[in-house]
């Protein structure tokens, strides 16, 4: 999945700690997407940002902040995480033009105990 | 609002079955449609996508037709081998936004192909 990066790629966390996801990009594109998947659900959208410095809902926000303070790097906070939020999360971003669609990170598998 | 129905599987095939995987969307306008296939362990690839009215999709051998009247866009192969064992998860963008911004997602099929 060349070009979206994210990191970590697992982690465990105790109920209540915090944590922030972290994605980049080095297609220089302006649309960015965290999703989680969960068996059975598919991808849902959590958040999403259009360009840098904007940031708006997805379909299942609550629990979530985000913070795109530069065009390249789109991160995803948990500031008291609860066992709902075990899922794998997904950035992406959107590649418009020729190649018109979205690419995907290999993804975060987070538990939270 | 957009929603993309897909049938969930898990779909179980021996090797050179031909392969159909159903899917249907409600959506404002003409959306986009996207076939993405997710292999274990990996994030989600591009399959194939039509962007309009009776375009066809297609690669590595898969195909996808965009019927507008049947609200469909039904993936289809030939002869599947083992390598294609994965879960393939239909989407939609509206052309024209209508609400939030990204691919709204099917549920997602399990393909399983047997030697």
């Known amino acids: 999945n060349a070009g979206v990066t994210q990191t970590p790629k697992f982690q465990v966390l105790k109920t209540g700690q915090s944590m922030t996801l972290q994605c980049a990009q080095d297609?220089?594109?302006?649309?960015m997407y965290w999703y989680r998947q969960d068996p059975g659900m598919g991808l849902r959208l959590i958040y999403y940002s259009a360009s840098e410095g904007t940031t708006d809902k997805g379909e299942v926000p609550n629990g979530y902040n985000v913070s795109r303070l530069n065009k390249r790097e789109f991160s995803l906070r948990l500031e008291s995480a609860a066992p709902s939020q075990t899922s794998v999360y997904f950035c992406?971003?959107?590649?418009?033009?020729?190649?018109?669609?979205?690419?995907f990170g290999s993804g975060t598998r987070l538990t939270v105990v | 609002g957009n929603s993309v129905t897909q049938m969930e599987g898990p779909v179980t095939l021996s090797e050179e079955a031909f392969l159909t995987i159903n899917c249907t969307y409600t959506?404002?306008?003409?959306?986009?449609l996207f076939w993405y296939v997710q292999y274990p362990g990996e994030g989600l690839q591009l399959l194939l996508k039509?962007?309009?009215?009776?375009d066809k999709g297609s690669n590595k051998g898969f195909e996808a037709t965009y019927r507008k009247e049947t609200t469909s866009f039904h993936l289809e192969k030939g002869s599947v081998q083992v390598s294609d064992s994965a879960v393939y998860f239909c989407a939609l963008i509206p052309r024209s936004g209508g609400g939030a911004d990204g691919l709204t997602f099917g549920k997602g099929t399990h393909l399983i192909i047997q030697p």
């Open positions: 992406a971003i959107k590649i418009t033009g020729v190649g018109y669609g979205y690419t």
């Open positions: 039509a962007t309009k009215a009776d």
């Open positions: 297609m220089n594109h302006n649309s």
């Open positions: 959506a404002t306008g003409y959306p986009s």
